[in-house]
């Protein structure tokens, strides 16, 4: 059977489904599978990462002790102990988070879901960095909110700005380490000033850090949430220090929205899977992460230093772009009349891919703009794509 034969009917959909899209990026990383591609283009973390032994280890050993359990059903709000570990970790000198602070999630994509579904009516406004997550800006969009683009420049989100347009805002949803897709984090000065103002305003602010841990210099500046735990809504993911295949995030948040996400969560699929989330536990409990992350900081900051120095060789005058201290990405800025979405179709039949930067802009997309990724790539196809690249804008100069 054909499969357009297995459905005559013309489907009818809702409005909020009518305006959804499928993200451009996940779009272009169809045709950036093809094996000849050198592709800047997915946010995927490096595979050479992934402790496959130790997760084979951990699911054994799980299996084995608490089988019946790991495949049972478990609490919406997550495995305890896991729970517990993550609240422990994110505690300081100063600042006691507690484990009932703690939503376990299948993937911190499905938080941003959450906390549109709980705080985002139709027409609320939502403030957010310029550019910003396009999964975030995807998430919100189902519940139908005003974006409103906050200025950032490269100490990251600019918090004088909220004095015109934070007024009334319902929420502030930024990314203060390593921002995808600039790679750009804030200043120590910029985080005071964006808790304060965020807390004179009452506007709810999220934090969301999936590359907080991979900075290559060192420890990364404090978190929002250790400067004002009561108005901060911290989102953390097991993605990137761990493996994304697991799908397993977590939002911390004062109480009361804790317990709202919580029947949010319960409606959208019960829990986050149990054995997961105690394989993960088996994995961090007694300090594998504090080995683990320096391999992953130590590779992404070389395969970053290839990149920059490629950039440097091959992107001619006028193009400018981010230095990152951490995280997985570089974000290009070219001469302005280059639109980077007619760069990426020569680009592609010349072998090598990036994601524009439009999707990335809630308003008032800036055409000539681009992210590469830089995790995946073996070096030799590092500087052989990005001379490829180079050569290409250099003919549009
Ligand atoms: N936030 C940001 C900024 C991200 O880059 C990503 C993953 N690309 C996510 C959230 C979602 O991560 P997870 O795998 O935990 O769902």
Aim: charged share 20%; with cysteine; net charge negative.
């Amino acid at each position: 059977m054909k499969p357009e034969s297995l459905s005559p009917m013309t489907w009818r959909f809702s409005d909020r489904a009518e305006q959804l899209q499928s993200s451009a990026i996940r779009e272009i990383l169809k045709i950036t599978m093809r094996p000849e591609i050198i592709s800047f283009a997915g946010g995927l973390p490096s595979p050479l990462t992934f402790p496959v032994e130790r997760m084979q280890a951990a699911y054994e050993s799980v299996l084995t002790r608490e089988g019946k359990t790991a495949l049972q059903y478990g609490p919406s709000d997550g495995y305890a102990p896991l729970r517990a570990w993550i609240a422990d970790s994110l505690s300081t000198d100063g600042v006691h988070i507690l484990p009932e602070q703690v939503l376990m999630l299948s993937g911190s994509q499905q938080g941003l879901d959450l906390l549109g579904k709980v705080l985002i009516d139709e027409g609320d406004r939502v403030l957010v960095e310029t550019p910003s997550y396009l999964g975030a800006l995807q998430a919100f969009s189902v519940y139908r909110p005003q974006f409103v683009s906050v200025a950032t420049d490269d100490d990251g989100l600019v918090p004088s700005h909220l004095a015109d347009v934070g007024q009334g805002a319902r929420l502030l949803y930024s990314l203060p380490n390593f921002q995808n897709p600039t790679g750009r984090s804030m200043t120590l000065e910029r985080r005071v000033a964006l808790v304060d103002t965020c807390a004179r305003l009452g506007v709810p602010l999220i934090e969301d850090d999936p590359y907080g841990a991979l900075s290559y210099n060192g420890e990364p500046l404090p978190k929002l949430l250790t400067m004002n735990p009561g108005g901060v809504i911290y989102m953390g993911s097991f993605s990137k220090v761990l493996t994304p295949g697991i799908r397993l995030g977590y939002v911390v948040a004062p109480l009361p929205l804790i317990r709202k996400l919580e029947q949010a969560k319960q409606a959208t699929d019960l829990h986050t899977a149990q054995i997961t989330q105690m394989v993960v536990h088996e994995v961090v409990k007694d300090g594998f992460l504090k080995e683990h992350i320096p391999t992953i900081r130590k590779l992404y900051a070389a395969q970053c230093g290839v990149m920059l120095d490629a950039l440097a060789e091959h992107f001619p005058a006028g193009a400018t772009w981010t230095r990152p201290q951490g995280g997985m990405f570089i974000w290009v800025n070219l001469p302005a009349h280059i639109d980077s979405m007619a760069l990426l179709e020569e680009a592609v039949a010349n072998n090598v891919a990036f994601v524009p930067g439009a999707p990335f802009y809630a308003n008032a997309p800036a055409s000539n703009t681009l992210r590469l990724s830089f995790v995946t790539v073996p070096p030799e196809k590092i500087r052989e794509g990005v001379a490829t690249l180079g050569r290409l804008i250099a003919a549009r100069c």
